[in-house]
C-alpha cells in the first residue's frame, strides 16, 4: 500500500483508519500495530490518545500515562498546536478524560472529583452515565429519586440484582419488543441465560477484566452460537460490571474477540451446551480473521 508518509509527516489517516477497524474485533493486535505506527508518527495526536486508551483497556496505566505526559509537554511547545488553537482544544478534552479513566481505575477520587470538576466543559457530550457516577463520588445522587429515573441511574444510585434481571431481558430472542431489524444484539432463542449467569460469576472479579470505560469493567465468554450482532452468529458475549466488583449491570452478544493472552483468554463456556442448545458446528475451512488480513496486507509478523 502507498503510504502518505511523504505527504504528510504528522500521520497517514488510510492506515491509522484501518487500525480504529481493526480495534472493534482484535484490540490486542490493533495496541501492537498502533505502538509502531505512533513511533513512526509521534505527531500525531489523534493516534496517541487512541493509544492511550487501549493501554487503559487492558490495565496498563503507566505506558498510557507516559503517553498522556507526552501529549501535554507537546501542547506547551508544539508550534502546530499554537497555530491552530482549535486542534489544542480538542486535544486537551481527550487527554483530560484519558487522564480521569485513570484516576477511576486507580482509586484516586480526590485526584479524579478535582480534574472532573476543573474541566466540566471536557466532559461535555459524554454519556450522562459518567455524570451520575461523579455525582454519586461526591455524596450527590439522592437515594429517595432512584426509582423515578433510567436503568443506569438507578443502579449507580444503589445496584439492584433484580433491575439486571429485568433490563437483560431485551437482550432475549423471545423478547416481544425487540427489532430485529435493528441488528442490536440478541441471544439466541433457547440461550439458557439464567445458567450462564450463574456460572459467569464464578469468574467475576477477576483479572481477566477490561477497563472498558471510567467506571466499569468488561469480561469476555466464548459460548458458540450465543447469539447475533449485527444479524451476524456470533460465539462470544460480553459482561459487563462495575469495576472492582461483581454487580453485573449490562451483558450482550459480541462478535469482538479480545486477545488476552497469556494469561486472560476468554472464559469458553462451551462445556455447558448440549444437544439442542444454541450453537454452530466448526467447519473445516479457515477463515481468516481481519487481524490476520491486516498482518497478510502490510507484511507484518504476528508478534
Not at 139 to 168: A, C, P, S, V, W
Amino acid at each position: 500500500m502507498e503510504t502518505t508518509r511523504n505527504k504528510c509527516q504528522f500521520f497517514d489517516l488510510v492506515r491509522f483508519n484501518e487500525i480504529v477497524d481493526l480495534a472493534k474485533t482484535d484490540q490486542k493486535q490493533s495496541l501492537k500495530i498502533l505502538d509502531d505506527y505512533t513511533k513512526m508518527y509521534p505527531n500525531d495526536f489523534s493516534g496517541l490518545t487512541y493509544n492511550a486508551n487501549l493501554y487503559i483497556m487492558f490495565g496498563e496505566f503507566d505506558k498510557a500515562q507516559m503517553i498522556l505526559d507526552y501529549l501535554v509537554d507537546k501542547m506547551l511547545d508544539a508550534r502546530y498546536l499554537i497555530e491552530h488553537p482549535e486542534k489544542r482544544i480538542n486535544l486537551e478534552k481527550y487527554v483530560a478524560r484519558c487522564q480521569l479513566k485513570i484516576f477511576l481505575y486507580q482509586n484516586r477520587i480526590r485526584d479524579a472529583i478535582a480534574l472532573y470538576n476543573n474541566n466540566r466543559q471536557h466532559f461535555k457530550g459524554l454519556n450522562a452515565d459518567l455524570s451520575f457516577y461523579m455525582q454519586k463520588l461526591q455524596g450527590r445522587l439522592e437515594l429517595d429519586k432512584r426509582d423515578n429515573n433510567g436503568y443506569m441511574f438507578k443502579q449507580i444510585t444503589e445496584y439492584r440484582e433484580k433491575d439486571f434481571i429485568e433490563h437483560i431481558q431485551r437482550h432475549l430472542a423471545e423478547y416481544k419488543g425487540y427489532d430485529r431489524q435493528s441488528g442490536d444484539p440478541v441471544f439466541a432463542v433457547g440461550f439458557p441465560i439464567d445458567e450462564i449467569i450463574k456460572e459467569a460469576r464464578k469468574y467475576i472479579p477477576s483479572n481477566r477484566k477490561l477497563y472498558t470505560g471510567y467506571y466499569e469493567n468488561t469480561y469476555l465468554f466464548r459460548y458458540d452460537g450465543c447469539g447475533r450482532e449485527r444479524n451476524e452468529t456470533v460465539d462470544y458475549f460480553r459482561v459487563v460490571t462495575f469495576d472492582r466488583s461483581g454487580e453485573i449491570f449490562e451483558m450482550y452478544p459480541t462478535k469482538g474477540y479480545v486477545d488476552l493472552k497469556p494469561n486472560k483468554e476468554p472464559v469458553s463456556l462451551n462445556y455447558m451446551r448440549s444437544v439442542g442448545q444454541p450453537g454452530k458446528p466448526s467447519g473445516p475451512v479457515k477463515q481468516l480473521s481481519r487481524s490476520e488480513k491486516f498482518i497478510q496486507r502490510y507484511g507484518l509478523q504476528n508478534k
